[in-house]
């Protein structure tokens, strides 16, 4: 009698489990994040949290909307087809200025990680030097933007450097009297395989010139409507970042090279290297208040010096433009190992 009870008593136990098991989850908010160009390892840290599992964690169904020349991924978020964006503060205080309620709610790059090349034995030893040189390839944003700021802050540089960047490292390899505009993270390493040397890297940020830089943007109707979801979003990306820098990454460079299947594994390795090398990710506040950190003095220092240079006004209500309520707070900063 008592085996048949037992034996009863486990069937009636699995029939419970089974029911809980039937039982719907909860449903997954769907989020959708659109970056600023094609898969890359400088986006790692989101496609991390999808591979990983985290955003399912913190509740969310995260679809990663690549970028690229044709994307309008901006236009996108604010016509409401996107939730987030990979924006910047520049882009954000412009959009203060026209009426669009934009809105920094986290910064996963504490630099930004723009660099000026030159040519190595040419006596370019420092930021200053490059004003020696004949011609600087640089896009026309760069030439509004950050050549201002060269120019209003080290003597020698004038308008006559300027040379249209075609996104083609060609014409600098071709003149060793020239500097060029890149990215830290890819530029160099694609002029090392092209052309076979390892180019002077100057990183604007540590020169003074200090953006925000991949941010998480949405709409300030988001943060005021949903800011539990914009929380979530916000904890589970800076989680991502921590172990894709610091974990294992396979999985996350795995979705980067089916999104983007012209990047390499080289191309990766170089990239994170560089991001740990120069703090890129993580350096400053972010050092003892995790990734992701916006501060109201940062934010103020780099609107100060555009307003400088004349790209801000110095009457815009910048602070429309960020908040700092998200971030800052220690999130994952134990997973750095």
């Not at 909860?26 to 989020?31: F, G, I, K, S, Y």
């Amino acid at each position: 009698m008592q085996d048949a009870f037992t034996i009863r008593s486990m069937i009636a136990a699995l029939g419970i489990t089974a029911a809980f098991s039937a039982t719907p989850a909860l449903a997954l908010d769907e989020v959708s994040y659109g970056t600023n160009w094609l898969a890359q390892a400088e986006h790692g840290g989101f496609y991390q949290a999808v591979a990983d599992g985290t955003y399912e964690k913190y509740g969310l169904k995260v679809t990663i909307i690549q970028g690229g020349p044709q994307a309008a991924n901006r236009a996108l978020l604010i016509a409401g087809k996107v939730d987030f964006y990979m924006g910047g503060p520049l882009g954000e205080m412009d959009a203060v200025k026209q009426g669009i309620p934009l809105i920094d709610v986290a910064s996963m790059f504490q630099k930004d990680p723009q660099v000026i090349l030159a040519h190595p034995g040419q006596g370019i030893e420092t930021f200053a030097d490059l004003a020696k040189l004949e011609s600087i390839y640089m896009s026309k944003d760069g030439y509004v933007t950050y050549f201002e700021w060269m120019k209003k802050n080290f003597p020698g540089f004038t308008d006559a450097q300027y040379k249209p960047y075609t996104f083609n490292p060609a014409p600098f390899i071709a003149d060793p009297k020239s500097a060029q505009q890149g990215y830290l993270t890819s530029e160099p390493y694609e002029i090392k395989k092209q052309a076979g040397f390892e180019p002077k890297v100057f990183l604007l940020a540590d020169n003074g010139y200090q953006p925000y830089s991949t941010m998480i943007t949405t709409t300030t109707t988001m943060v005021e409507s949903k800011p539990d979801l914009v929380q979530r979003f916000v904890d589970a990306s800076i989680e991502g970042w921590y172990n894709y820098l610091y974990g294992d990454n396979k999985a996350a460079n795995d979705l980067i090279k089916k999104d983007n299947p012209e990047m390499t594994d080289g191309q990766i390795e170089y990239s994170i290297a560089k991001m740990k090398e120069y703090g890129i990710v993580v350096s400053g506040d972010a050092e003892t208040k995790g990734i992701g950190c916006i501060t109201d003095e940062r934010y103020k220092e780099f609107r100060d010096s555009m307003v400088q240079i004349g790209v801000v006004e110095e009457s815009l209500d910048y602070k429309k433009a960020y908040t700092t309520q998200f971030v800052c707070k220690g999130v994952g900063m134990a997973l750095k190992k």
